[in-house]
């Protein structure tokens, strides 16, 4: 699998909890870790809006999440596959936090194409993104899930 980091250099600064969302991205890219098996895990990052929201997206090729499981997901020890090894609380931790920093999550998925998850985020001047960077970098390491 090829870890791709589409996250710009000059990308503005995010009024977040630096640490939270470095837990965001490690559970995101956890998982896409988790169900890719060959393809890419892709990163990005732009402005949207009037330039005063920044879209974060994690996108793999990996095994897709089916249609009539995209609303469970966000519910607390859901898990699309029960084999899983997790305890189905990740993507509701990440929900809940993004909220917190009054932001938004969207997924959309194919089956056996791949799932892209994307966070809005308020612009503003308190995180910097070398937070975005390392988190991409930390998930990348070996020995997550």
Same mark, same amino acid.
């Given at each position: ?7 710009? +250099? ?8 630096? !640490?939270?969302? =470095? =837990?965001?991205?490690?559970?995101? *890219? ?5 169900? #890719?098996? #060959? ?5 990005? !990052? +732009? ?13 793999? @090729? ?15 020890? =859901? =898990? ?8 189905? *609380?990740?993507? @509701?931790?990440?929900?809940? *936090? ?7 999550? +969207? ?7 791949? @799932?892209?998850? #994307? ?6 001047? +308190?995180? !910097? ?7 991409? #970098?930390? !998930? ?6």
């Amino acid at each position: 699998v090829n870890m791709v980091n589409a996250v710009p +250099e000059d990308l503005p600064v995010l009024q977040v909890d630096c !640490a939270r969302l =470095q =837990q965001i991205l490690i559970n995101l *890219l956890g998982n896409a870790v988790k169900f #890719t098996r #060959t393809g890419e895990i892709r990163v990005s !990052a +732009e402005m949207q809006g009037k330039g005063d929201l920044v879209a974060i997206s994690v996108k793999d @090729t990996g095994r897709g999440i089916p249609e009539d499981k995209l609303k469970a997901i966000w519910q607390a020890f =859901q =898990q699309v596959e029960p084999a899983a090894q997790s305890t189905g *609380l990740g993507l @509701t931790i990440v929900r809940s *936090l993004i909220e917190a920093m009054g932001g938004m999550i +969207e997924v959309e998925s194919v089956v056996m194409q791949g @799932t892209k998850f #994307t966070i809005g985020l308020p612009k503003s001047p +308190e995180c !910097a993104v070398q937070k975005v960077q390392g988190a991409v #970098t930390r !998930a990348a390491e070996p020995g997550l899930p």
